[in-house]
């Protein structure tokens, strides 16, 4: 039915890559710290079993971390916090096998260890990542896939697949609205079908839905569901179970942890006071000057708009418009002439956000979540977009992962990007990590140095 997959191979190889490097680490530094032993066979023979300990630590904390379980639709971002938080416990787990064992094999220079065990897995691993994505990209090994039952929602997916030819999907239309068994399955095997994603909003019969599965089962073709957005059931709550019966309990997300929060509370702090004192007390006067003299008006812009728990507050902004009585209800257009030439820049570069840091040490805001939107665009699109108010869960954000994925702006089509959009936002309240965070941060960083060619 399918191709032939060598994943597995793929994935042994970059497996047996990985003990390479690390067998290769610390071999040099055992060497390098203990020369009398160099030409000792015995000791060498003793340290097999050292060697074979860590590999074995490796593998299963790698079960643990899923870093070989890398989806073809794994980010970057998520790429590097797997592997930080894998290399962190492997060498915190090394330093205890050192201080128990007392073996001079796990006692070498720790930190200099560390450092060049990441520095080489990192490169190695972000080497094989890319090349991986860059070969995918060129239409090898790619995955058959095809839709059924399609909705606004499989769209989305249809427009991620085409615009990610990273990800290494190959998309085979069905157009056949009627479904016949025997045509159906004569499709998958004519084409190598891998994948076989079916809306939860599909017009088939209960009987005909039944039949689909039957058959993907018998001819090994995999099913994915996609639900629909504005269905609320897959995003309320978790799967668990109570010995073996499933049960559905409501979700709950890694910052209704007081432990998380208080984290991301004490780095917003820390991090907005940095700036302000840094970089805003210099900052502010010239842009207030460019301001001042460039249009009439105040220097800053305030606008209501909704925060945490859909609670309203003052979102502060450098103002890029000229006074107007449409800002609180137009959203930016292509070209806005309302715009003035400094608040062009001001934009482009994100810098008219800056006075947001002092909205994140009030608690009204945070360093990263997901942007606030004027009032009116969350009264229009809430009813519009189911989960949309999954977004208020946590505090909103100066920068997000929605603007650094490139989704920023109403451009295109409206409706389309504005899920995507909260897709990203919600996906971000439900997987937020600290490690997330800075990375949002480190590509904020680029976007102001480049410019954001989405901002308008």
Known sequence: MQRIRYSRYLKSIIILLDLLVIA???IFFFISRNEPLKYHEETWYQNIFSLILLFLFWMLLSGRTKIYNVQRNLTYTLF????LIHFLTFIFGVLLIGKVSKNVFFNSDIYWLSFYLFFFIFLSKSVIYFTIKYFRSLGINYRNVMFLGETGSTEILKTIFQDRKDYGYKIFEYDKSDISPNELVSFWKKNGIHTLFLSTENHFTENVETEIFR???DNKVHVSLIPSITQSDFFLYDLGYIQTQPVLSQAKYPLDYYSNFLVKRSFDIVFSITILVLVCSWLFPIIALLIKTTSK???FFVQKRYGFHEEVFSC???RTMIVNNESATKTTAENDVRIT?????????????LPQFVNVLKGEMSIVGPRPHMLAVDNFYRPKIGRYSLRSMVSPGITGLAQVSGLRGDYGDVEVEMKKRILADTFYVRNWSFVLDLVIIL??????????KNAK
């Open 297 to 299: 008006g105040p220097v």
């Open 215 to 217: 058959l993907a089962e």
């Open 341 to 353: 030439k400094i608040g062009k820049f001001l934009r482009k570069t994100s810098l008219d956000e």
């Open 443 to 452: 590509k904020t960083f680029f976007l102001v140095i480049g410019g954001d």
């Open 80 to 83: 590097l916090e797997r592997l």
């Open 24 to 26: 290769s680490i610390f």
């Open 316 to 318: 502060l902004k450098f």
